[in-house]
């Protein structure tokens, strides 16, 4: 919190004044008491984390190190769900049941990640996202303001890219990533593929019907809609 809040100055600002941390401290707690089989104990300190602090963190939850819940209001984070290490939230965020939060992302006020969503390693969503069930988002890849993943989407899977020797196809790394602007909607099932260098970048307003696929690199300009099946 002190290395990464520019509003926390002292070392102590945490422990006496900012409940995103005191409410972390308050779930280690209850999920130390979870892991001893003190169940009803660790539901109490959920309940008085969630009355005192407007943050609710299930005991079973499993929530790495070095978290930090910035301006702590609303938050919930399910019981079965998995939250890495050095991850970021703000405020209103809500992770439901068997959500996967990668090390390292950043999660901007008022997302909502519905169930059975993957968020890998070093991934930024912003304000106002809302993520539906099975969405999957790669490594890396950057999420504007107020965009919406309908189910199923992937964002940032491995480009289609083999170099052939003659004999056998040899699977080119694909190390970019994708970028998705504000204002974005993105359809069931569709794939935006993760650019082999650089970016695969959908520009602020586009609309993509279900079914589509974006192959890596490609850049989609603003205002844009694609069609199923594209």
């Known amino acids: ?11 102590i600002q945490p422990l006496l004044f900012f409940k995103g941390f005191q409410a ?5 707690l209850g999920h130390w008491l ?37 301006h702590a209001h609303s938050i919930v984070i399910g019981e079965t769900a998995v939250v890495g290490d050095n991850v970021q939230l703000g405020a209103d965020v809500h992770i439901g049941p ?12 008022g997302v909502v990640v519905h169930p059975n969503v993957v968020v890998g390693e070093d991934v930024a969503i912003g304000d106002g996202c809302l993520l539906y069930p099975n969405v999957t988002i790669g490594r890396g890849c950057r999420i ?24 056998r196809f040899h699977k ?16 069931a099932n569709v794939t935006i593929d993760r650019a082999t260098f650089g970016r695969t970048w959908i520009q602020r307003g586009v609309k993509i019907d279900n079914l589509v696929q974006v192959a890596h690199n490609v850049t989609v300009g603003e205002d844009s809609i694609l069609v199923a099946q594209v």
Not at 98 to 109: H, K
Not at 144 to 167: C, E, M, Q, W, Y
Not at 172 to 186: A, F, M
Request: glycine share 14%.
């Open 1 to 11: 919190t002190f290395e990464r809040d520019p509003a926390c100055h002292r070392y």
């Open 24 to 28: 972390v401290q308050a779930y280690r």
């Open 34 to 70: 979870w892991t001893q089989g003190r169940r009803d104990f660790a539901y109490f300190i959920q309940m008085r984390m969630s009355e005192i602090f407007s943050v609710d963190i299930h005991p079973a939850a499993q929530v790495g190190k070095g978290i930090m819940i910035d």
């Open 98 to 109: 068997l959500a996967v939060i990668g090390s390292g992302t950043t999660i901007g006020n």
């Open 144 to 167: 504007g303001r107020h965009v919406i993943l309908h189910p199923g989407a992937v964002i940032g899977s491995d480009g289609f890219g083999f170099a052939p020797d003659g004999k």
């Open 172 to 187: 080119i790394p694909h190390t970019g990533i994708v970028q998705i602007d504000d204002d974005v909607e993105v359809g």
